[in-house]
């Protein structure tokens, strides 16, 4: 079977492809659901703070930010930008968010999920929650789909505090409190929408899932500061969704990632990398080319390993949840843990943005990279904003350069494939130029 | 280009001048009027108001007020066609929507940021496939497969109608896709003021058949142009001179005219 | 007292044109200076331990050269060219920064101003998004930070009290602005829109008290009819992104318009809401700071019963003071702007012509870059919607 297939440049974990299959059934289960009168949900990613609430309320949910990426995949993403225009929105705006503006305007020409809606599409939600995590558009977007669609808006805060202030004293118990208080609001809010009470031994049993599934996602790219590592960014964009954008059986991604955490044990074991030889270990920044994953394929047969990545969608930092009785606070501090787990040591080290910049320094240290691969997103700022001071500070404080491509969320034109790979090429050079740079200040790699 | 057109008190036009001023616009447009003058075989002091429209409209020494262009060809426009909600207007340099109800503009749209829904567009491509202007229209009415161009910068559809032709694509699909482009972004940048018939389309770009054509099928639904696309700015601007004229003289006020004179334009020199 | 020569609007255009002179001059006189974004970080606090408080804002005319090298072309190129100005030094006078949660690339700034630029005080506040009564819970306790932030810095306490007379202090101020904003309602008003953001932008250079001193000057001038404004057609209500600079009224007002009325940050917004009195003064401060300030950043509580969205009453629960503004005002058109990257507004403006389509108030929207240049050609739209409201 092997000498008639090319081999891979990537070796891809087995463990993948069952997970890969989970995400494309939540659309058709939303649908499904909603047409059997069931409570349904849009959601912004909202990192396991509005999630277990509502996965234990029985709500399917959708996330159109996912659904974004698989519209400019499909092609169709286009008609719905033109039809945001048309809408009077800026052309400036996320385009994540025109994509779903512009569905939303046609879902409600059409009265129900239009024909060409990729995947089963998305219908009319009873519900849509928003989350002010990480940027403006989440919030701010859902709110001017009032002219399309009836359903309510709610809206969950994570608290932005400042690397400096979130290490006063008594501020971490206040932003708790803060999210708890939310929540318990959100569930009233719930218990009246849908006409039902919270069951509790549910939503405790649902949030040790949550905090289960993440903790092993942990342990599994922990594996990955192996030499060679054993898991490429491919496999970690592929099997995220489980923990990120949780739909279907809990039980059953628990079981999918502890599969995953034997084959990654294995290959630890018989230090099989998923790419050889692993001539260089890069890190990537921030969402990938959905569209053209296959560019990591060319660079790995360059030998380019990715070893880790896109600090956003990386489950929190483990920390101890078993004393903690009520469920509330430990959704709290799960979703706090995400958000401002690398800030205590960020201000240790003098660096002030705890989140999406800070990490990476910690990134590259821990899993040893020889650059960065950095992506910046023409409609989509948040992904974008940090990225110059992470290649600033990459090569301030660890003599790391990084290597910049443009592209966009929903323009796939604006990625130039083959422009990337002769920067590749011509990067190569500076990686190991800097190898030397380090080796000579005594660094560890 | 420069356009004047003359027109009397019962609305007959008296005299409509297309001239090509280019760069010198600012400098010429007096000459252009002197043309307008003779053809109408009146004195300039026997024009009791002029309005300049345009994107040159303060410099014209010789105008008694200056009117946006937009709302000069929504009541050129409607003049031509009573019926008329929506003028599409693409001109050599911009391109403009219009919505018009009872014969004014109540709402507008206007790309003047980026050349590729515009007659410039058309210029650089024609250019680009070694093709005039004028021919482009009857080249495409031969296409039977138009080319999808996805890309929406002009200078990456340029690039891209080159390797296209390379690779064997006729000529008449890769002009009728030129076209498609753009009908299809200024469709997209009039939809925002809700389409509703009847549809105009004025400008340059309106005498090209193959883009009127791409409009029709765009928008799906019937689209008129006048005879002379190029001038419906210039009557509004007429059209609007003689209501102000008309209402100062049947209040028995003087019609407000400020001090000009019919020449250059001196703060150039 | 400073020794200055001006006063009323002669001083105004001085401080316009020269902004940082003021504080410069309180600096050599030993008085800190503590810059400020936006209207969230409390003034009070400031005026009340004896700091001076200064807008930061950027500068329309000068081209970005440092600030690429940190913030990407594709953000709010206001807070570009803040930052800008931040690298070039142009804020060397200032002893901290207090910034504020008002929007996603304002908190990043935030991190990214600390990162290259060192002053020896800074404080930022992660104000809450919504208002439900959590979030005016957390504000205060937010507030209460800051507060021995402060007192910390500065190595005074500040009591209740000096909290209390700073809010009687800065409360003076929003009523005088408010009279001064009394005097565009007539036909013409008796103050230019140019004119008016000029005195803003003065306001928010020089300590409170002087401001309030130098508001009374130009009201009684105003009065007095020692400004000239024409009686035009079009009175209009702009609405928006951050306006710090004269241009863009300027242009609206040359194409034929009287801008008369405005919600945006430099300008209403900063100042139509007083501090209630309240026994514990932080309590007044947390709900006006909060839930008072009225700026699309901020999500309106959504109540615990809703089950539907109706779009109209969501509408005029959000938008209704902007047709309050436009009666008392006698509006006949809302010119809606954007700058060029703004979400916050950016998301809002087909919500706000819907409502105002409905309420019947003309209304055009235009989108603008941060620079001189960008201006020109939207003059020509100013113009079209002139003359269809004309």
């Not at chain 1, 809408?87 to 409600?108: D, Q, T, W």
């Amino acid at each position: 079977m092997v000498t008639e297939q090319k081999k891979k440049a990537i070796n891809r974990l087995q463990t993948m492809r069952p997970l890969r299959a989970n995400i494309d059934k939540t659309y058709t289960r939303m649908v499904e659901a909603s047409k059997a009168g069931k409570p349904t949900a849009w959601c912004m990613v909202n990192w396991w703070e509005a999630d277990p609430i509502l996965y234990a309320m029985d709500v399917a949910g959708v996330y159109p930010e996912n659904y974004g990426a698989v519209c400019a995949a499909d092609g169709i993403a286009q008609v719905h930008l033109e039809r945001c225009d048309a809408e009077g929105f800026p052309n400036y705006l996320c385009g994540y968010a025109r994509n779903c503006i512009g569905y939303a305007a046609r879902l409600k020409d059409f009265g129900e999920v239009p024909p060409d809606a990729p995947l089963g599409g998305m219908d009319k939600p009873m519900l849509l929650v928003n989350s002010t995590a990480l940027c403006d558009a989440r919030y701010k977007w859902f709110q001017s789909l009032g002219r399309y669609l009836d359903a309510p808006v709610w809206t969950v805060e994570l608290p932005h505090p400042g690397v400096k202030e979130s290490q006063r004293e008594g501020a971490y118990e206040r932003d708790i409190n803060f999210m708890v208080e939310g929540l318990r609001e959100f569930i009233a809010f719930l218990e009246h929408l849908l006409n039902k009470k919270m069951d509790w031994d549910k939503l405790d049993e649902t949030v040790n899932d949550f905090i289960a599934l993440n903790r092993l996602w942990h342990e599994i790219n922990e594996l990955r500061k192996a030499r060679p590592c054993p898991m490429h960014s491919r496999d970690f964009w592929t099997c995220m969704t489980a923990s990120l954008y949780p739909g279907g059986d809990l039980k059953e991604s628990l079981k999918l990632y502890q599969d995953m955490f034997e084959e990654m044990k294995d290959r630890v074991a018989k230090k099989i990398g998923a790419v050889d030889p692993e001539k260089y270990r890069l890190v990537f920044a921030e969402l990938p080319p959905w569209h053209d994953l296959k560019i990591f394929d060319e660079l790995a047969e360059r030998g380019w390993n990715f070893v880790v990545e896109s600090w956003a969608y990386h489950p929190p930092k483990p920390m101890d949840y078993s004393n903690i009785s009520d469920p509330l606070e430990r959704i709290a501090k799960q979703t706090y843990q995400w958000f401002t787990g690398y800030f205590k040591d960020a201000l240790k080290n003098g660096e002030h943005m705890g989140y999406f910049a800070y990490p990476y320094l910690e990134f590259v240290r821990d899993y040893q990279c020889d650059g960065a691969f950095l992506h910046p997103l023409l409609s989509c700022r948040t992904a974008t904003n940090h990225l110059m001071m992470v290649q600033d500070r990459l090569m301030q404080k660890l003599k790391v350069p990084s290597m910049v491509m443009e592209g966009d969320i929903v323009d796939l034109k604006a990625f130039d494939h083959a422009g990337a790979l002769r920067k590749a090429e011509a990067f190569e050079e500076i990686m190991d130029n800097y190898k030397q740079a380090r080796r000579e200040a005594g660094m560890a790699w | 280009m420069t356009k004047v057109v003359i027109l009397d008190t019962d609305g007959v036009i008296r005299a409509r001048v297309v001239g090509t001023t280019g760069a010198e616009h600012r400098r010429l447009a007096n000459k252009v009027m002197e043309e307008a003058l003779e053809q109408a075989n009146l004195s300039f002091d026997e024009i009791a108001y002029v309005i300049a429209t345009g994107y040159g409209r303060i410099n014209v020494p010789f105008a008694d007020r200056q009117v946006t262009e937009l709302s000069c060809h929504a009541k050129g426009v409607a003049s031509l066609f009573p019926s008329v909600k929506i003028a599409l207007d693409i001109g050599g340099q911009d391109a403009k929507g219009l919505k018009i109800r009872n014969g004014e503009l109540v709402d507008f749209v206007m790309n003047d940021k980026c050349a590729a829904g515009t007659g410039r567009f058309l210029e650089v491509l024609a250019d680009t496939l070694g093709l005039k202007l004028e021919e482009l229209g009857s080249i495409s009415s031969k296409s039977t497969n138009k080319l999808k161009i996805n890309n929406i910068c002009t200078v990456f559809v340029r690039m891209e109608i080159v390797s296209r032709l390379s690779e064997g694509t006729p000529l008449e699909d890769v002009v009728a896709g030129v076209h498609d482009a753009i009908a299809r972004r200024a469709v997209n940048m009039i939809k925002r003021l809700k389409i509703e018939p009847d549809v105009v389309f004025t400008g340059g770009v309106a005498k090209n058949i193959g883009v009127v054509k791409a409009v029709r099928e765009n928008l799906g639904c019937e689209v008129f142009v006048p005879e002379e696309p190029l001038l419906s700015g210039a009557v509004g601007a007429a059209l609007l001179g003689k209501e102000y004229t008309l209402k100062a003289m049947a209040k028995g006020e003087p019609v407000q005219r400020k001090e000009r004179r019919l020449e250059e334009a001196t703060f150039f020199k | 007292m400073a020794k200055v020569e001006s006063q009323g609007l002669n001083r105004v255009r001085e401080i316009y044109k020269d902004r940082p002179r003021r504080a410069r001059e309180l600096k050599e006189e030993g008085k800190k200076i503590i810059g400020y974004l936006h209207i969230y970080p409390v003034l009070e606090m400031l005026t009340a331990l004896d700091l001076v408080p200064y807008s930061m804002f950027g500068e329309l005319r000068e081209p970005i050269t440092k600030a690429d090298a940190c913030l990407p072309t594709i953000v709010c190129p206001f807070l570009r060219s803040l930052m800008d100005l931040g690298l070039k030094g142009k804020y060397d006078f200032l002893d901290g920064a207090v910034t504020a949660h008002m929007c996603e690339v304002g908190e990043k700034f935030t991190h990214v101003w600390r990162t290259y630029i060192d002053l020896p005080y800074s404080h930022y506040i992660d104000t809450p998004h919504t208002t439900h009564a959590a979030a005016q819970k957390q504000h205060k306790e937010q507030l209460k930070e800051f507060k021995k932030s402060l007192e910390s810095f500065t190595g005074k306490e500040l009591s209740p009290q000096r909290l209390k007379e700073a809010i009687k202090i800065h409360n003076e101020q929003r009523a005088l602005v408010r009279e001064l904003y009394d005097l565009r309602k007539p036909d013409p008003p008796l103050i230019s829109g140019t004119e008016t953001i000029r005195v803003m932008v003065a306001l928010m250079s020089i300590p409170v008290e002087e401001g309030n001193d130098l508001l009374r000057q130009v009201i009684s001038e105003v009065k007095a009819g020692k400004t000239t404004t024409e009686k035009k057609p079009a009175r209009l209500l702009v609405w928006g992104s951050m306006i710090d600079d004269t241009a863009l009224i300027e242009m609206i007002e040359s194409a034929g318009a009287n801008v008369v009325m405005d919600d945006i940050w430099v300008g209403s917004q900063a100042y139509f809401a007083d501090v209630k009195p309240t026994d514990d003064p932080l309590d007044g401060l947390a709900y006006r700071y909060l839930v008072e300030l009225k700026s699309p950043r901020t999500f309106p509580a959504t109540p615990v019963g809703l089950t539907k969205k109706v779009y109209p009453e969501d509408l005029e629960h959000r938008f209704s003071y902007i047709r309050d503004y436009a009666k008392e005002w006698n509006v006949n058109g809302v010119l809606l702007q954007t700058m060029r990257y703004c979400d916050i507004h950016g998301y809002e403006v087909p919500g706000l012509r819907d409502y105002l389509d409905n309420i019947g108030l003309p209304n055009t929207y235009i989108e603008w870059d941060y620079n001189q240049a960008a201006l020109a050609p939207l003059r020509t739209r100013v113009e079209a919607f002139l003359e269809i409201i004309g």
